[in-house]
C-alpha cells in the first residue's frame, strides 16, 4: 500500500468529528471521498497531509509523500505562471515545469503575472503544482471548484497518467471523474456525540 489510515479519530477545533476511519490506498489508484458538506472530509484531508496530526489511530506511508491542493490556490499574484510554477518545482528539489503547463493549458499563459489570470486560470495553475512536487500521493479537497467542464478534463486527465506513473490520490469530490479506484463515504465514520463529562477537554 502506498498510504494506509488505521482507526483514525480526526477533530474539529478539537471536537472529534470522524473516528475509527480505516482505508487502504494502492499504487495507481484513487480514493474518492463522499458525504455532506460538513461532515469532516477536509479535516480528514488535512490531517493525511499532516496539517494537524489525529486525535487517535495511525497513518502509515504519508511522511514527505504527499502534495495537498486544498481551496485555497497557493500562488503569489505578482509572480508569472512560470515563476509560480518555477517556485514550487525548486521548493521539492525540482526545476522541470513544462510537462505541468501543458498538462493544464498555461502554456500561452506561462508570462502572465498570477494575479491578472481568472478564477478558473488559478485554479488550473494552482493544481498544476501537484505535477512539479514529484511526490506520489496527490490529496486533493475539492479541486474542481472554478473550473469549467473542459478544465475538469484536463485535471482528470492529469489524474489519470499520475496513477498511470505509479501515484495514488485521495480526493475529496461530488462530481464524478472516471478514475480508476474507489469511493469511499465517510458518513459511516461521524463521530458520537461527546458525553457532557467530556465537555471541558475540547479546551484542553
Not at 479535516?43 to 487517535?56: E, N, S
Not at 478544465?151 to 480508476?180: C, P
Amino acid at each position: 500500500m502506498i498510504l494506509q489510515a488505521d482507526t483514525l479519530t480526526v477533530t474539529r477545533g478539537g471536537i472529534p468529528v470522524l473516528e475509527e476511519v480505516s482505508f487502504d490506498l494502492p499504487p495507481e489508484r484513487a480514493l474518492v471521498l463522499r458525504g455532506p458538506n460538513g461532515i469532516g472530509k477536509t479535516t480528514l484531508l488535512r490531517t493525511v497531509a499532516g496539517l494537524q496530526p489525529p486525535l487517535k489511530g495511525t497513518l502509515t506511508g504519508a511522511e514527505d509523500r504527499v502534495a495537498y491542493a486544498a481551496h485555497a490556490d497557493g500562488l503569489k499574484s505578482t509572480l508569472t505562471v512560470a515563476e509560480n510554477l518555477t517556485f514550487w518545482a525548486r521548493v521539492f528539489g525540482r526545476d522541470e515545469i513544462a510537462p505541468a503547463l501543458s498538462a493544464y493549458e498555461l502554456d500561452a499563459l506561462q508570462t502572465r503575472a498570477a494575479g491578472q489570470l481568472s478564477a478558473g486560470q488559478k485554479r488550473r495553475l494552482g493544481l498544476a503544482r501537484l505535477m512539479v512536487t514529484g511526490r506520489p500521493v496527490w490529496v486533493l479537497d475539492e479541486p474542481t471548484v472554478s473550473l469549467d467542464r473542459g478544465a475538469v478534463a484536463l485535471f482528470a486527465a492529469a489524474v489519470r497518467a499520475h496513477l498511470a506513473a505509479g501515484g495514488a490520490a485521495l480526493i475529496a469530490t461530488h462530481i464524478d471523474l472516471g478514475l480508476d479506484g474507489d469511493a469511499l463515504d465517510v458518513s459511516q465514520f461521524r463521530a458520537r456525540p461527546q458525553a457532557h463529562d467530556d465537555f471541558d477537554e475540547v479546551f484542553l
